[in-house]
Structures are given as C-alpha cells and as structure tokens.
T-cell receptor
Framework: NAGVTQTPKFQVLKTGQSMTLQCAQD?????MYWYRQDPGMGLRLIYYSASEGTTDKGEVPNGYNVSRLNKREFSLRLESAAPSQTSVYFC?????????????FGSGTRLTVV | DAKTTQPPSMDCAEGRAANLPCNHSTISGNEYVYWYRQIHSQGPQYIIHGLKNNETNEMASLIITEDRKSSTLILPHATLRDTAVYYCIVRGYSGGSNYKLTFGKGTLLTVNP
C-alpha cells in the first residue's frame, strides 16, 4: 500500500518554464490537497479538492492551477515558474470530512526555480 | 479555526517521556485538537486527535484540559527517531473549514542520547 505518491521528487526549472507536479493516492480518499512549505514557515494550503470533480483555492493559489483528474489523482501546474515558487510541495489526501480521519501526506517535491 | 501557541523548541532525553504543550484558548465547542509531526525532509505524519476526552494510540497520548484551552501531547518513551517538528492544530467541522488544515510553525523536539 503506497499511500500518497508524488512525482517528481526533485525539479529545477528556469524562470518562465512550466511544469506539472503529479500526485496519486491509492486509499480511495475523497479529499486531496496541495501545500507548500518554505524555510521557517509552516505548511500553506495552495489548492484543495473536497471530492472528485471539485477544486477550491487555499491560502496561496496565485501562480498555480490544479486538476482533479479522477478520484486517485490531483495535479498541480505552474504555468510560468517564478523564483518565489521555489519551495517544497506536499500533496495530501483524506478520506472525508469526519473527525475520525487524519491526513496522509506524500514525501514531497523539492522545486527550485532559477 | 482557533489559533494555537506552541514553544518553538524543546529537548528531551532518550527513553524519557516528552511532553509537548499547546495553548488554544479561543477553541470553540466543535473544534478538534490534532497533532502532526514532520521529520526532517519528510511529509507530515498524523499522530493523534481528540475533542474533549483524553486519547491514546500506539504513538502517543493526548491530554486535553477540562476547559479545552490547552492540551499536551505525550510521547511516553522518546527515541532519537522522534526528533521532529510537532504541530498542534485546532480545526472545526462545519462548512468550508471541513477541507482545510492550517499548520503553524510547531515545536522542534530534539531527543538527545
């Protein structure tokens, strides 16, 4: 049981390039999330998908787009990368909105924009 | 979601209990207390959560005060592998907040040999 799988693990982009971060979960979870983590700061929510077919903005959505391709997959796209988007990106999933469920996180994608 | 306050860092000797405090004085009746941790360079890991009663699982115990304004995460026998940043999060289950989890800066717990 792999849990939440993120690809790639590392990426270096030049300013203005685009790329898509992939996330897949095999736990049949309904909700999926994208966070970023910068040095000395906690995690900040970029976008989330409460269920298949829906997406909503989080705290820091500017410069990003997302796609909930199906129940398993939730991708994050940077259309024109900027140095301010250098960060570690975490994908997470959760079974539902009930109190009995914690979030399962992937191992992260370390992105550097030069 | 209610704001939480945690000490920025703590030390603990290996084999001893680690007690991590969290203040959440503005917590409301329907908000749960969650604890996660993040070991260096890894994704956050769920530890435990509770509403009013104390909770225990294979990883830790969660003690919530009667007025629910503070809580303590207890790792009963800390090991070197428990060195991590521990996040205390208060979160409700109503409307749009169902789907967000706000992480602060947490407490860096260092377990020393």
């Amino acid at each position: 049981n792999a849990g939440v799988t993120q690809t790639p693990k590392f990426q270096v982009l030049k300013t203005g390039q685009s790329m898509t971060l992939q996330c897949a979960q095999d736990m049949n979870h309904n909700s999926m999330y994208w966070y970023r983590q910068d040095p000395g700061m906690g995690l900040r929510l970029i976008y989330y998908s409460a269920s298949e077919g829906t997406t909503d903005k989080g705290e820091v959505p500017n410069g990003y787009n997302v796609s909930r391709l199906n129940k398993r997959e939730f991708s994050l796209r940077l259309e024109s990368a900027a140095p301010s988007q250098t960060s570690v990106y975490f994908c997470a999933s959760k079974q539902g909105g009930g109190a009995s469920y914690g979030y399962t996180f992937g191992s992260g994608t370390r992105l550097t924009v030069v | 979601d209610a704001k939480t306050t945690q000490p920025p860092s703590m030390d603990c000797a290996e084999g001893r209990a680690a007690n991590l405090p969290c203040n959440h004085s503005t917590i409301s009746g329907n908000e749960y207390v969650y604890w996660y941790r993040q070991i260096h360079s890894q994704g956050p890991q769920y530890i435990i959560h509770g509403l009013k009663n104390n909770e225990t699982n294979e990883m830790a115990s969660l003690i919530i005060t009667e007025d629910r304004k503070s809580s303590t995460l207890i790792l009963p026998h800390a090991t070197l592998r428990d060195t991590a940043v521990y996040y205390c999060i208060v979160r409700g289950y109503s409307g749009g907040s169902n789907y967000k989890l706000t992480f602060g800066k947490g407490t860096l717990l260092t377990v020393n040999p």
